[in-house]
Every structure is written in structure tokens, then in C-alpha cells.
């Protein structure tokens, strides 16, 4: 891939589970990728050694550690095409009346507040850039649509993500940023490794839910990213077929 056509791209939460596919399955592409999340370990092997592979141990909920992602970025590449904003945690499972506020902010800083610092950084300098403009990649869940039994923190914070998705879209599009927000369910990481052996209905029961492979997943952000500027694809559900979602069950 030759320099314009290669992609300068922050994924945050890069080490595991679906931030690990993205980041590899780009670095493969001929992008050049900053893998950011909070663990050193696990962003190396994420990298796998690729020369392209910038890796930047970042707590997302920290402003100051988002404003020195996005500055290590710009003096290492010189600019900012796409933030794919997947960090994130799914919590202890509650209704809202049994939320512990600890908790509960925990979760909202790093679902949302995350989120938005990082969208803000990288907006910022999307907007002054040369060529300008870049994309914004929200990763949301189905739970930005129609919750889990108790799911209310993280429902709450994904219906967030889509709010941020459409300010951004509208905000940013006559800077030449696009904004897409993609909402998987059960794709087979670690944070749905529970879904798969049993996992709360709305009518009391359990049941094992059916996963996909989160290569699937990689493939559609590496089109995204491959995409021009002029072109904007606001929501991209993807989900395992035969899960409970579709209807009533
Ligand atoms: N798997 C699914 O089917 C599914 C469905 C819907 C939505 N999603 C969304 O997809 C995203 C990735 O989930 P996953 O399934 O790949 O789970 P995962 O493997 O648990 O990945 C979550 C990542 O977020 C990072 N992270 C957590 N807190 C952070 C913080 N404060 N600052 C920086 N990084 C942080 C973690 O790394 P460190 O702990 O090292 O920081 C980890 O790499 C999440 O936003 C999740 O809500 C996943």
C-alpha cells in the first residue's frame, strides 16, 4: 500500500478480543495503526511486531492520557484518519435500583466519557489537517438499540454512543468527518464468552447464545476505513443470525 492510500488510525481498547482483530487485520492492510488501552502487554502482542504498529498504554477515561495519545500520534505520523473508539466494559449485571454509583460511574467513563474524549481529540485535528478531515468509528452494541436483562449501566451508556455517533455525523460532516457507529452482537470475545454457555432471557430463562467470529468483524472495519471521505455509513449492525434479537426472542 502506498503512503496515500495508507490510513493513519488510533484504535483504543486495541489489546483483546475485537480491538485486537481490527488492529491486526489494518496493520495487515498497510495501515498504520496506534494500538491504545491500558495494558502495555497486551498492545505488543497485539502489534506482533509490525512497523507500523504504534503502541500507547492509555487509560481512556484520563483526558490527559487521551490528549497524549492523540500528541504522540501527530508527532510519530503527523495526523489523525480514523479513531475507532472500542474500548469498553460490559460491568456487573443490575437493573437501575441496584446500581452501586461507583460502579456506575466507572462504567459511564469508560463507555462514554471515553468515547467522547477521544472523538473530541481527534475531531479537533481532523479539523485543521492537511488534506482535512478523517472518520470516526463508535463501536455501540445492540444494547444502543434494545437492552439485555439487567443491563441498565451498559444499555444506558451504549444508547449514549449513539448520540454521540449522530452529533459527530452531523457536526463533523462539513469538516469532511464521517462518523459510523457499529453495533455487533455476540461476536465470540472474552466479554461474551459467558453469553455462550447461558445467558439471561427476558422471560427468567437461560440459554446459550450463538457467537460469530470477530474476523468478521475486522473485515468490515477494514472496509470502512478504506472508504473516501465523501462517503458516510452511519449505522452497521452485525450479529450472530440465530441470537435472540430479531422479534420477540
Ligand atoms: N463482543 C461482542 O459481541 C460485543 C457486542 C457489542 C458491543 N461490543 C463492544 O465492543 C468493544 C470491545 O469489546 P470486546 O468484546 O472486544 O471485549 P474485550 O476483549 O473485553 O475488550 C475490551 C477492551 O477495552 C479495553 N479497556 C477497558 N477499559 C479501558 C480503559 N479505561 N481505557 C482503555 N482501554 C480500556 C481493554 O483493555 P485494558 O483492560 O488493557 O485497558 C480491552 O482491550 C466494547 O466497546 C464492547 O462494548 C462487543
Known sequence: MDQSSSRVVVITGAGSGLGRQ??????????????????????????????????????????????????????????????????????????VDQLNVDEWADMLAVNLTGPVLCAGEAMRRMKRQTPRGGRIINNGSLSAHTPRPMSAAYSVAKHGITGLTRSISLDGREFDISCTQIDIGNAATQMTARVAVEALQPDGSLRAEPTFDPAHVADAVSYLVGLPLDVSVPFLTMMANQMPFAGRG
Not at 498504554?57 to 500520534?73: C, M
Not at 510519530?76 to 443490575?94: C, E, K, Q, S
Request: glycine share 12%; aromatic share 4%; charged share 20%.
Open 22 to 95: 481490527m488492529a491486526r487485520r489494518l496493520l495487515r492492510d498497510g495501515h498504520r495503526v496506534a494500538l491504545a488501552g491500558r495494558t502495555a502487554s497486551t498492545l505488543e502482542e497485539a502489534a506482533d511486531g509490525s512497523p507500523n504498529g504504534l503502541t500507547v498504554p492509555t487509560d481512556v477515561t484520563s483526558h490527559s492520557d487521551v490528549t497524549s495519545l492523540f500528541d504522540r500520534v501527530g508527532a510519530t505520523w503527523g495526523r489523525v484518519d480514523v479513531l475507532i473508539n472500542n474500548a469498553g466494559m460490559f460491568g456487573r449485571p443490575g437493573s
